[in-house]
């Protein structure tokens, strides 16, 4: 039964019919898919990787730098029915169209208000400080037109938003490591602050940030402050707690009135997930959504679709390579308490 379903199978959440573990496109790389329902039809907004040498380094002091995952545009996909034709839409934003940014556009998200899209994503800006942008367009494939300064406030990587049944709208973003969390400071870049991902081992680990957005999408509405993930006894997760703590990669959804704040927690390559009673927490630690893919990084996001929940996310199925990734999409199921079952990608 593994076997038919083809490299990745699935210990838990058997997928429908059709072939879902398969990579969505394979005439591109894409990797870090946010997925959402735009006008009844399925979109899902990735990095576009693409190969090529590493770029250079910046400065010695910016060490893991990330200089393999070098893109330079956003291409856009969308389908009718998650397991159908995907269609991938042309370049919906290119670097050379946003005057603050240098290098290495990272995981994007996009949202809906009031006819217009906004596209957000991370770059670095010609420092090579990772700023978050925005960008619009009247259509969900774009092309989007990016404003022309990063949103003020805003830094490190991979934004996602969250829009609330009450209309309110929320960004999670942040990134350790080459995602630069650590290097700010109360809003400030200080790039050559700490190296590396972790604070000490006993203190509280990072957690993502978030804001609450403005009513046109553009910016943020208070400054951005850290979450709260607590484990079981109310305490924070702590930085040595490589299997739990937060590295990158966050994505919100609501499921039965409840909060789900996941994420990546890098170097031990899990997606692990936190509930919370308000979307911008205290969070407890619940455990994991999806066990280690193929390839170094792990990225997803959670989205409803025709009456069954869907996990995207990304491995390096197609190439080998940690850098040059496709997505895929399986089932996502819960209990009856809502937790998630873990999707295990199991190498056959
Ligand atoms: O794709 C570049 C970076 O790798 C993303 O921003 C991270 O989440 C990781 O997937």
Same mark, same amino acid.
């Given at each position: 039964a593994l076997a038919a379903l083809g490299t990745y199978a699935y210990a838990e959440a058997p997928p429908p019919a059709g072939n879902v573990h398969a990579p969505l496109v394979e005439?591109?790389?894409?990797?870090? /898919? %946010?997925?959402?329902?735009?006008?009844?039809?399925l979109y899902v907004y990735p990095s576009h990787d693409i190969e090529g040498p590493p770029l250079p380094d910046i400065a010695p002091f910016l060490n893991s730098q990330g200089n393999a995952f070098k893109m330079r545009d956003y291409r856009v996909l969308s389908m009718d029915h998650v397991g159908g034709p995907v269609t991938i839409h042309p370049v919906a934003l290119d670097i050379k169209d946003v005057?603050?940014?240098?290098?290495?556009?990272?995981?994007?998200?996009?949202?809906f208000r009031n006819g217009t899209y906004y596209l957000y994503f991370p770059a670095k800006d010609w420092q090579g400080a990772f700023r978050i942008g925005v960008a619009t367009s009247s259509s969900p494939a774009g092309p989007f037109k990016a404003q022309p300064q990063p949103i003020q406030g805003s830094f490190s990587i991979d /934004? %996602?938003?969250?829009?609330?049944?009450?209309?309110r709208s929320y960004m999670y973003f942040g990134g350790l490591s080459g995602g630069q969390l650590q290097k700010t400071v109360d809003g400030v870049f200080h790039p050559g602050?700490?190296?590396?991902?972790?604070?000490?081992?006993?203190?509280a680990a990072y957690t993502p940030m978030v804001a609450p957005m403005t009513d046109d999408m553009l910016g943020f509405a208070k400054p951005a402050r850290a979450v709260d993930i607590?484990?079981?006894d109310g305490k924070p997760i702590r930085a040595d707690d490589a299997q739990r703590r937060f590295f990158e990669g966050t994505w919100m959804h609501k499921y039965r009135g409840r909060y789900y704040l996941?994420?990546?927690?890098?170097?031990?390559?899990?997606i692990a997930y936190a509930i919370g009673d308000s979307p911008t927490g205290?969070?407890?630690y619940q455990g994991r959504v999806l066990e280690p893919v193929d390839g170094w990084t792990t990225h997803h996001s959670i989205v409803e679709y025709e009456g069954q929940w869907w996990l995207f996310y990304a491995d390096s199925h197609l190439s080998g390579k940690t850098w040059l990734r496709n997505v895929k999409v399986a089932p996502l199921e819960y209990d009856a308490e809502g937790r998630i079952k873990t999707v295990k990608p199991i190498v056959t």
């Amino acid at each position: 039964a593994l076997a038919a379903l083809g490299t990745y199978a699935y210990a838990e959440a058997p997928p429908p019919a059709g072939n879902v573990h398969a990579p969505l496109v394979e005439e591109i790389y894409t990797a870090d /898919p %946010s997925a959402h329902v735009f006008a009844g039809k399925l979109y899902v907004y990735p990095s576009h990787d693409i190969e090529g040498p590493p770029l250079p380094d910046i400065a010695p002091f910016l060490n893991s730098q990330g200089n393999a995952f070098k893109m330079r545009d956003y291409r856009v996909l969308s389908m009718d029915h998650v397991g159908g034709p995907v269609t991938i839409h042309p370049v919906a934003l290119d670097i050379k169209d946003v005057p603050w940014a240098a290098r290495q556009m990272w995981a994007p998200d996009a949202a809906f208000r009031n006819g217009t899209y906004y596209l957000y994503f991370p770059a670095k800006d010609w420092q090579g400080a990772f700023r978050i942008g925005v960008a619009t367009s009247s259509s969900p494939a774009g092309p989007f037109k990016a404003q022309p300064q990063p949103i003020q406030g805003s830094f490190s990587i991979d /934004p %996602s938003v969250f829009t609330d049944d009450d209309g309110r709208s929320y960004m999670y973003f942040g990134g350790l490591s080459g995602g630069q969390l650590q290097k700010t400071v109360d809003g400030v870049f200080h790039p050559g602050g700490p190296r590396e991902a972790d604070r000490a081992p006993l203190e509280a680990a990072y957690t993502p940030m978030v804001a609450p957005m403005t009513d046109d999408m553009l910016g943020f509405a208070k400054p951005a402050r850290a979450v709260d993930i607590l484990d079981a006894d109310g305490k924070p997760i702590r930085a040595d707690d490589a299997q739990r703590r937060f590295f990158e990669g966050t994505w919100m959804h609501k499921y039965r009135g409840r909060y789900y704040l996941s994420y990546s927690t890098g170097g031990t390559h899990f997606i692990a997930y936190a509930i919370g009673d308000s979307p911008t927490g205290p969070f407890t630690y619940q455990g994991r959504v999806l066990e280690p893919v193929d390839g170094w990084t792990t990225h997803h996001s959670i989205v409803e679709y025709e009456g069954q929940w869907w996990l995207f996310y990304a491995d390096s199925h197609l190439s080998g390579k940690t850098w040059l990734r496709n997505v895929k999409v399986a089932p996502l199921e819960y209990d009856a308490e809502g937790r998630i079952k873990t999707v295990k990608p199991i190498v056959t």
